[in-house]
């Protein structure tokens, strides 16, 4: 008895030692950052609610040169003009972008107003929005609101010592604050950053949101993690699936601020496993005209709104009305990183959906680029008896789903010097 009770106090003196050493790294952390002009502080409250925050006007016009834009004439005709909501948006914002008077000069924030007013409209415009999913309710309301903040950058992740040296890939992937382990085995494995082939620059960013106001604080968590990998992007708004366009959004935004130099994005989920070195040798061979208008990845075509309400990708018949574009499934896909400003600039006449793979379909769409179905990449998994197989993994750019020990496995296999294929 009396050795179990010493055995306990032991373990308990070396527990609270151990976090006492951990919170007193984590103040560590906690003073570094505030020198640290780079990272500003998370606000005290998860609650922030982003229309009491972004009433304020940001910049009134953009910082940087942005290329003339055109919209695709088939990307008009194929979404049909009718009563549903998110279709008159489309239609009326288009028919902004066509009075020159209002594309030119203007900031395109203009367009969006981010205000309880501007969510009493949208109410008032969809008449059975009562009957939509409670989660839809957050959605409408975050429709106009494209202004979160900036919370945790990384300003030098493209910065090399050498100018002419750009990136050649920067691996974008989308990522929620509790996802710990699923970044760390990305970063062990294919998501390594750093110079492949003694010439082609590789970069991986997580791009976050905040945790739900209901689930466990984990701001300091994320901080620490920013802190020691210096790869999270962290904006203030909460991380849920229907606010994934706004992500996307964001992420073209920090991209022309602090990324414009790229060559290819690879955009994609944090529980895919991918093959860098297959994606980078695809990468090497493209011929000059491909390498400046890719979108690809496993090309859903032919797609239509899902209209039952149980089910995550709903879509009610009130809100779109229409077919889907050809769009890359969202666990992964790549593309020319020169479009980064159009596509920018794009997004804003394409009001946010509820889907973000179908979103970037409809963005790429209007720059009139053609997605090009790439049998590398496997958004529904491939066999099952194939899945711990190195070898049947080499010639696949990416497979989804892989857990984080999966993920190390295979990664670890198909490197090991005794694999023979
Ligand atoms: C410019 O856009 C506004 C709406 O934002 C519209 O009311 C106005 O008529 C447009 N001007 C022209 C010249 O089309
Ligand atoms: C999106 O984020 C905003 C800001 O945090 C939040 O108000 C809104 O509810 C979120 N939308 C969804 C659908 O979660």
């Avoid at 050809?326 to 400003?341: E, R, V, W």
């Avoid at 989804?400 to 294929?421: K, V």
């Amino acid at each position: 008895m009396k050795k179990k009770h010493l055995k306990l106090l032991v373990i308990a003196l070396a527990s609270s030692f151990c976090l006492f050493f951990f919170f007193s790294k984590l103040k560590d952390v906690e003073h570094k950052q505030r020198d640290l002009a780079k990272i500003t502080s998370f606000p005290d409250t998860t609650t922030t609610v982003v229309i009491s925050n972004t009433k304020k006007k940001t910049k009134s016009v953009m910082p940087y040169e942005l290329p003339p834009l055109t919209i695709s004439e088939t990307f008009r005709k194929d979404i049909p003009k009718n009563g549903a909501f998110w279709n008159r948006k489309l239609h009326s914002l288009l028919r902004q972008f066509d009075s020159t008077a209002n594309q030119t000069e203007k900031d395109p924030h203009d367009k969006f107003l981010c205000q309880p007013e501007s969510f009493e409209l949208i109410k008032t415009n969809i008449q059975d929005v009562h009957l939509y999913p409670p989660l839809y309710g957050d959605f409408l309301r975050g429709m106009e609101c494209r202004d979160p903040p900036l919370l945790i950058n990384q300003p030098d992740k493209c910065a090399s010592e050498n100018k002419e040296d750009k990136i050649f890939l920067l691996f974008a992937i989308k990522s929620i604050p509790r996802n710990f382990e699923r970044r760390q085995a990305i970063r062990e494995t294919w998501g390594r950053g750093g110079l492949y082939e003694k010439r082609l620059q590789v970069r991986t960013v997580f791009l976050l949101g905040r945790s739900s106001a209901d689930d466990p604080n984990l701001d300091k968590l994320v901080s620490f993690e920013a802190q020691q990998f210096q790869d999270l992007l962290v904006w203030d708004f909460q991380d849920s699936f229907y606010n994934l366009t706004l992500k996307e959004h964001v992420f073209f935004k920090w991209m022309l601020d602090n990324c414009p130099h790229v060559s290819f994005v690879f955009k994609g989920d944090d529980d895919v496993f991918a093959n860098t070195q297959a994606i980078l040798n695809h990468l090497k061979t493209l011929e000059p005209e491909q390498v400046t208008a890719l979108y690809t990845g496993q090309i859903i075509f032919n797609a239509n709104p899902l209209r039952d309400p149980k089910i995550k990708y709903y879509v009610p018949q009130s809100f779109y009305e229409g077919p889907y574009p050809p769009y890359a499934g969202g666990g992964g896909f790549l593309f020319s990183g020169n479009l980064l400003p159009s596509l920018y600039q794009v997004s804003f006449y394409i009001p946010f959906f509820p889907i973000d793979d179908v979103y970037n379909g409809m963005c790429f769409k209007a720059l009139g680029i053609t997605a090009t179905q790439n049998d590398g990449f496997k958004t529904f998994d491939i066999r099952e008896e194939d899945r711990e197989n190195p070898c049947v993994h080499k010639d696949l750019f990416l497979v989804h789903q892989r857990d984080p020990g999966q993920t190390i496995r295979l990664w670890r296999n198909m490197h090991s010097t005794m694999l023979t294929c």
